[in-house]
T-cell receptor, first 115, second 118 residues
Framework: KQEVTQIPAALSVPEGENLVLNCSFT??????LQWFRQDPGKGLTSLLL?????REQTSGRLNASLDKSSGRSTLYIAASQPGDSATYLCAVRFGSGGGADGLTFGKGTHLIIQP | GAVVSQHPSRVICKSGTSVKIECRSL??????MFWYRQFPKQSLMLMATSNEGSKATYEQGVEKDKFLINHASLTLSTLTVTSAHPEDSSFYICSARDRRGPMNTEAFFGQGTRLTVV
């Protein structure tokens, strides 16, 4: 069964710290991996998309890495701010890129940045 | 990026009634649309996939007669929760993908619908 696991489930850190969120997946045959942010009661905001052929992607203070062989991805957040508080979701598109492939989501990491 | 609009954002309905949720791609043709459900403190779970010109494919454990999906056009998909019960209360969110050209890479998500059945 294809599964996505995120660790930790929750994290609370003081403002300004650098932090790493972890995602692991059970099948290395992935098409791409995507990190999302979800605010309470809201939809999803796409943060970074990594294709299976890529090792990392960067956007501002965010950096996501991908190691297919070990089935892992990390989301690195630099110089965290209170506005970064949200739930971060890792989602994997398994398969070879067929148009009908949905995403398999982890349960998320609930992040709180203390002012 | 592409925009997907989902409506309504919140709905409260009585047990036994039906509720329709709309998902529209505003600036691209969505040849594939996906419906997900998220229960509290759980991950988003794929319910069904619909492709242009064909019936929806439902994930194991999802009742197709209860959750009616109609990919009415290349820019609109609807999810109808029939004879809703309190256990159907959840967050429903759609995503859309254009599998033609470079937009095949990413699926774009709507804002989600919070359904409460009382």
């Amino acid at each position: 069964k294809q599964e996505v696991t995120q660790i930790p489930a929750a994290l609370s850190v003081p403002e300004g710290e650098n932090l790493v969120l972890n995602c692991s997946f059970t099948d290395s045959a992935i098409y791409n991996l995507q990190w999302f942010r979800q605010d309470p009661g809201k939809g999803l905001t796409s943060l970074l998309l990594i294709q299976s052929s890529q090792r990392e992607q960067t956007s501002g203070r965010l950096n996501a890495s991908l190691d297919k062989s070990s089935g892992r991805s990390t989301l690195y957040i630099a110089a965290s701010q209170p506005g970064d508080s949200a739930t971060y979701l890792c989602a994997v598109r398994f398969g070879s890129g067929g148009g009908a492939d949905g995403l398999t989501f982890g349960k998320g990491t609930h992040l709180i940045i203390q002012p | 990026g592409a925009v997907v609009s989902q409506h309504p954002s919140r709905v409260i309905c009585k047990s036994g009634t039906s509720v329709k949720i709309e998902c529209r791609s505003l600036d691209f043709q969505a040849t594939t649309m996906f419906w997900y459900r998220q229960f509290p403190k759980q991950s988003l779970m794929l319910m069904a996939t619909s492709n242009e010109g064909s019936k929806a494919t439902y994930e194991q454990g999802v009742e197709k007669d209860k959750f009616l999906i109609n990919h009415a056009s290349l820019t609109l998909s609807t999810l109808t929760v029939t004879s809703a019960h309190p256990e159907d209360s959840s967050f429903y969110i759609c995503s859309a993908r254009d599998r033609r050209g470079p937009m095949n890479t990413e699926a774009f998500f709507g804002q989600g619908t919070r359904l409460t059945v009382v």
